[in-house]
């Protein structure tokens, strides 16, 4: 099954905490302290894998977690770092943050992308030694790694795309210039997947050339099978306009070629601007004045027209020497780049980092994830630990945000497990 559509949920390792310890060893007098630090959590990679076509796989797995970095030890051992979890895609895949929309990375090249980063690892009490403060009883925990939704999308890689209404040659012309093999039959959507075929036009000269199925009228508000498809029509740089010159199934070309120029303007403005050359197929079912007809009204429109018979490859050779000479001169296939992260304004920090929540009178309760984690980290029965508490408190503006919500000296304060009177 193609599968070019597929949401899933990442999550980076946690950084390893810092070790609180002490070297303790005989004839060694204040050994002081040798708390080694926590191990990075591992990253969440993508890696294009040119022996992927679809995102099925995502289907039955829509969970990947990178593994914790280890805590640290005594000894100012530190901590194994997690490994970075590979997710396999295939080449041309984009990778977006699904409640954003924002692009994170285009897999068309062979460079992995560090999508979710892991966290960092805490440091051991051995680093907040000083002379002054020489038995450190406390220590760093790590960090949380990145988690969140992404949605992958597959925009297939091709020079030349083909559009046009079904049953009017694509997958024809496609299976006589290529190894390609599509399914073919007199009747509509018989491809129901777009088709890659690999055109070679001699020694060191070849060009990647996709079938692109489903398009009919109203193909880009989703009639058909068109926004399911018309995706992969983005990156080609070349698009062929197939057209059943003959009318054989009672259209008018005219009106045919017009409607399907029409659903990819509506799709995206830009492949309106996109260079297309018109291939009038099923010369064979048509009269020379409809020939004739049609050349006339699509040159008059400043495209250039090749009559061809794709079933029997009459004529479709002065087709692909165009094609050939015009891929020369047009830029790449188009790679998208990655959107930059929204910069927080930080006088919007405070309000994300903590929650002040006024429960009584003289009561208020204060919540935020990272809390959690230095609270583990501090020993209130050490003095220096608490002085280093009291201090990230403050620097982190979490007193400041209990001013602002009206605390005064001698409430109390719940923070989590943790209960204290407010002191200005």
Sequence with gaps: MFVDIAKIKIKAGSGGNGAVSFRREKYVAAGGPDGGDGGKGGNIVFQVDDNLSTLADFRYKRKYTAPNGENGRGGRCFGKGGEDCVIRVPRGTLVKEAETGRLLADMSGDEPQIIAKGGRGGWGNAHFATPTRQVPRFAK??????????????????????????????????????????????????????????????????????????????????????????????????????????????????????????????????????PMLVAGNKCDLATDEQIA????????????????????????????????????????????????APQKPVEELGNTQVQVTKRDAHVYEVTGEWLLHLIESVNFDDYESLQYFQRVLIQTGVIDALREAGCEEGDEVNLYDLQFDFVE
Excluded: W
């Design 293 to 340: 007809d049609f050349r006339q009204y699509v040159e008059s429109k400043g495209y250039l027209f090749f009559p061809i018979m794709a079933a029997i490859r009459y004529d479709v050779d002065p087709l692909l020497k165009k094609i050939q000479e015009m891929l020369q001169s047009l830029p790449p296939v188009r790679r998208f780049e990655a959107e930059p």
């Design 141 to 274: 925990p790590g960090t949380p790694g990145e988690e969140f939704e992404v949605q992958l999308e597959l925009k297939l890689l091709a020079d030349v795309g083909l559009v046009g209404y079904p049953n009017v040659g694509k997958s024809t012309l496609v299976s006589v210039v290529s190894e390609a093999k599509p399914n073919i039959a007199n009747y509509h959507f018989t491809t129901l997947t777009p088709v890659l075929g690999v055109v070679r036009m001699g020694e060191g000269s070849s060009f990647v050339m996709a079938d692109i199925p489903g398009l009919i009228e109203g193909a880009g508000e989703g009639a058909g099978l068109g926004h399911q498809f018309l995706r992969h029509v983005e990156r080609c740089r070349l698009l062929v306009h197939i057209v059943d010159v003959a009318g054989s199934e009672g259209r008018d070309p005219k009106e045919d070629f017009e409607i399907i120029n029409g659903e990819l303007k509506k799709f995206n403005p830009e492949l309106a601007e996109r």
